[in-house]
Each structure stands twice: as C-alpha cells, then as structure tokens.
C-alpha cells in the first residue's frame, strides 16, 4: 500500500468527484484514477462506485475511511517531527532517575545544553534502577542516572560520575540534632525513615548489624515524603548528600562516614546519539561534580571516577 494511494482514496472520498481529487492531488485525473484501482486491488475490494451522476463510497470504502484518514495522519506526522528534528526545531531528551537521584543534579546541564539546542523537550522520569535499565532497551528513555547497580546487561554503558557519601537529615528538634557527627552506636536506637527501592540500604544494614531488628516504622519511595515526616518529628532520613533538603531540616555527617555511593550515568551501546543526547552525556562525564556540589574529597578507593570522566 502506497501513501499517494491513500491520499488520492481520500481525496475521492472528500469530493465524490475523480476530476476534483485529482486537481486536489495536483495529478491527471487517469493516474489518480489508476492508484485507487490499486489500493482497491490491494485492499480485495472496490472502495468507491463510479458513476457519471452519483460516484460515492461502496461499504468497504466506508469501513476502511477513518482507518486511512488516521493512517495518513500519522504518516505526516511522523514527516513532522523529524523535519523538526533534523531542523533542531525539536530536540528531545528523556533522562531516567533512580529514586534516590534528585533532578537538581541534571538541572545545570540541561540548561548549558538549552543554550544552544534552542528546542530541547526534557522529560524527566523517576523509577526504581532495574526498571530504568529496561526503559533503556526499549528505548523509553535516552539515559539514566542511577546509583550502585549490581547487575546490568553488557549492553549499557555506564560511567561513574561521582562518589557521595550519605547523611543523616533530622528535625532540629530531634533529639539527636545538636551532635556534630551522629554515630552508629546513636543510629541503631533511631527510627530510621525507609526509601524504598534504596541503593544502599544493604549497606547501611550491614554497618548497622546485619542481626539487628529495622526500625522502619515509616516508609515512602519518594524522598520529599521521607523528608516531611523527618520535619514532623518521625525520625532520620538516611539520604545522599547531594539531595536537597527542606528549610526545616538540617544534615549531620555520620561518624566515619561509613556509607558511600557511586552515581553512574547509563546509555545503550551502540545507538546513535542525538544531538541533545550527545551534549548531556558529555557535560555530564567532562563535569567537575565535586566543585558544583560542594562534596567533600572522596575515599581513596573511589578514585577511579576521575579517570572515567576524563575518559
């Protein structure tokens, strides 16, 4: 089925008149005549009777004409967007984050980017690692910010970006708030607020004491949640020390600094890059992340980061 097919089908269909679809198509009346006998040949079927006085569409005709209008629709729609693409008129870029990955870490980037992708569309899309890596491979997304993940298929790409340690964000009402550093020892007697879907909770558990009971009495997989009800009084959130905090709240580091985590940024090998795409991945990789956020200087056994960004 040829598109010039359909177009000559439905502009017969609009005027009822083979002279006047043709003019419409801006083709003689004998070629717009012989590509519906085509589509009709295609089809199994007459579409339209062709009458002297009264040519109009047979049932099959009348069965098929929404279905075609929709799929010429499409079809120049399609034709569109990627004029407008080719154009930089339109650039879109989707980023995944993991849950415990704010946008604020994307918001720089993406407005260097803007300056000279004048038509960037960022979509921004939160789920749990996993299930990023699978919108990855379908194509949902274009890249994605994620922290330690411990098994993805050989068909990602992944650079480390930067190491951060984790804090603990109170109320400065708890009871704990006026410590300079908050200690283990402190951290197993606390209510500790559960994210779900959390990176490095296995970590925490294990410096915590494996055998030891969880006190999650109160859970939510978004982190602004997790913080109002550390702002209530309901206990310490355990978060990375990039993630903005609210006014309400204040951070205290942890004795050691015994928990850390890697950020990673995630692309399909292989796909060609769009310029948009192509932009963040290096800004991103080329990105002194360390300055920007105010981190403090990480373990020794992390500096491997700087080699992969320089890459």
């Known amino acids: ?4 097919q359909v177009r000559y089908f439905l502009a017969v269909a609009s005027t009822l008149n083979f002279t006047r679809a043709a003019e419409m198509c801006n083709v003689t009346q004998p070629a717009l005549t012989k590509g519906v006998q085509k589509l009709e040949q295609e089809l199994g079927g007459q579409l339209i009777y062709r009458e002297r006085q009264l040519t109009h569409l047979t049932d099959l005709g009348k069965a098929v004409l929404p279905m075609l209008e929709r799929a010429l629709a499409s079809t120049e729609a399609v034709r569109r967007r990627a004029r407008e693409f080719q154009q930089k008129e339109m650039a879109p870029l989707a980023i995944g984050l993991a849950p415990s990955i704010s946008a604020s870490l994307v918001l720089e980037p993406i407005t260097e980017i803007r300056k000279f992708v004048p038509g960037l569309h ?17 194509g949902e997304i274009n890249v994605a910010l994620v922290g330690d993940l411990d098994d993805k298929p050989e068909r990602i790409d992944d650079w480390s970006l930067f190491a951060e340690r984790y804090v603990a964000v109170l109320a400065p009402s708890h009871q704990l708030a006026d410590l300079p550093v908050i200690g283990m020892e402190a951290l197993r007697e606390a209510t500790i607020l559960g994210r ?24 939510s997989d978004r982190e602004i949640h997790l913080q109002h009800l550390a702002a209530a009084g309901f206990g310490i959130v355990l978060a990375p020390e990039h993630m903005p905090r609210l006014p309400s709240l204040k951070a205290l580091p942890i004795e050691g600094d015994p928990v850390w985590r890697e950020v990673h940024l995630l692309v399909v090998q292989g796909r060609r890059f769009s310029p948009a795409l192509d932009a963040f991945v290096k800004i991103a990789r080329l990105r002194d992340w360390s300055l920007h956020m105010g981190m403090p200087p990480h373990p020794p056994h992390h500096n491997h980061i700087a080699a992969a960004v320089s890459a």
């Open 1 to 4: 089925m040829e598109l010039h």
């Open 122 to 138: 960022v979509e921004l899309r939160e789920e749990a690692p996993n299930r990023l890596v699978e919108l990855l491979l379908e």
């Open 196 to 219: 779900c879907n959390c990176d490095v909770e296995p970590k925490f558990q294990e410096q915590l004491s494996p055998d030891a009971p969880k006190h999650h009495n109160h859970r």
